[in-house]
């Protein structure tokens, strides 16, 4: 069964299979998730979190409200089912504002893309609409809007989708699933499947990478030819990224483990080094006090600099505007990433 979830992998890969086994990070997601409907409806949280996921949670819940502008917001599970047409999996939102044609997804640790996710809710909410009203014309013309709370970012995306647009993207992700010749794909949640460990799209640029770093050649002959070849050199690239995640950062990682436990690795140690020490905020407001510190020493001694996005936080909190030109850029940097397509969509 495609669950809504799913939905993001097999757009990238059509093979994609969920891991049964549910890792700390969705843990950690579901928990959040029930603290915060639970504080969309003024009830007690009933799980126990830290005090930053705590707060995390509570900017999504203000950021909620703030966008549903005062209208009432559905919190409670029973009454957040979606049923998309095409899956027979019944998605579950984190809560919906009926009046605005809003949903929101509070969404925990790294940024990621759920845009075929949300197409799935969108569909599926414009869908109940029509079955409810047997409105065509309101159909065609409604549209859905929803919203990602990252709440560990403090950052929100709006993603507005009309009923074609959402039945296009979904459409478009089960023809994929359903294609017979449809291959497996490398792709960033490759870790997150069940069939992580035999895939070919991983297991292949492995033993591929393994053999041209054992072939009786050159390192000087490997290079200049992959130079001479823009094509071969950008696969090459891309299946040496594989074989660095997949096999050395594991293998690594166990190494680690081994020698912890005092196995010998020939060539291998474990260099331990001390932590940074630092002082936190009230060692330094107390010593300035001590020592009768000026505002610009104390500054000073902090290091003099903020960073755009704390300055702009704090003048926010301060309440007092910005002055763009007191703003300084530094030298950007060149980065080599991986050239990623990317879909079309309609942001509010």
């Not at 997804?105 to 414009?126: F, P, V, W």
């Not at 000087?220 to 040496?240: V, W, Y």
């Not at 060692?283 to 702009?312: C, N, Q």
Request: hydrophobic share 40%; with cysteine.
């Amino acid at each position: 069964m495609i669950r809504h979830s799913t939905l993001p992998k097999l757009a990238q890969c059509a093979k994609y299979e969920s891991d049964p086994v549910a890792g700390p990070a969705a843990e950690r997601g579901t928990k959040m998730d029930a603290a915060y409907r639970a504080l969309l409806m003024g009830q007690p949280v009933p799980v126990n979190l830290e005090t930053e996921e705590l707060e995390a949670v509570m900017w999504a819940v203000d950021t909620a409200r703030d966008l549903a502008d005062g209208a009432y917001i559905e919190a409670d599970e029973a009454k957040l089912k979606v049923t998309t047409p095409g899956l027979d999996h019944t998605g579950t939102e984190d809560s919906r504002c009926e009046d605005e044609n809003m949903s929101f997804d509070l969404k925990t640790g790294q940024m990621r893309s759920y845009y075929e996710q949300m197409a799935a809710y969108a569909l599926g909410n414009l869908e109940r609409q029509f079955t409810e009203h047997f409105d065509q014309q309101r159909l065609n013309e409604s549209t859905w809007t929803c919203v990602l709370l990252f709440c560990d970012q403090r950052e929100f995306t709006r993603i507005e989708f009309t009923y074609a647009t959402a039945k296009a993207v979904v459409d478009g992700v089960l023809e994929a699933v359903n294609d017979p010749n449809a291959q497996p794909t490398a792709c960033e949640y490759c870790s997150w499947c069940r069939k992580a460990d035999t895939c070919v799209a991983r297991t292949g640029p492995v033993v591929e990478t393994a053999a041209l770093v054992q072939a009786e050649t050159s390192l000087e002959a490997i290079r200049a030819g992959l130079l001479a070849d823009p094509a071969k050199l950008g696969l090459f690239l891309q299946k040496a990224a594989i074989f660095e995640k997949e096999l050395v950062k594991p293998l690594k990682d166990a190494t680690k483990e081994l020698l912890a436990a005092d196995t010998e690795v020939p060539g291998w140690k474990l260099q331990v080094s001390k932590g940074a020490e630092h002082f936190d905020r009230i060692a330094v407001v107390s010593a300035a006090v001590r020592g009768k510190s000026g505002l610009d020493d104390l500054v000073a001694a902090m290091g003099g600099d903020m960073k755009g996005e704390a300055y702009r936080a704090w003048c926010a909190k301060l309440g007092v505007p910005v002055n763009e030109n007191d703003a300084k850029r530094d030298m950007g940097t060149t980065r080599l990433v991986a050239d990623k397509p990317k879909k079309a969509r309609k942001a509010a």
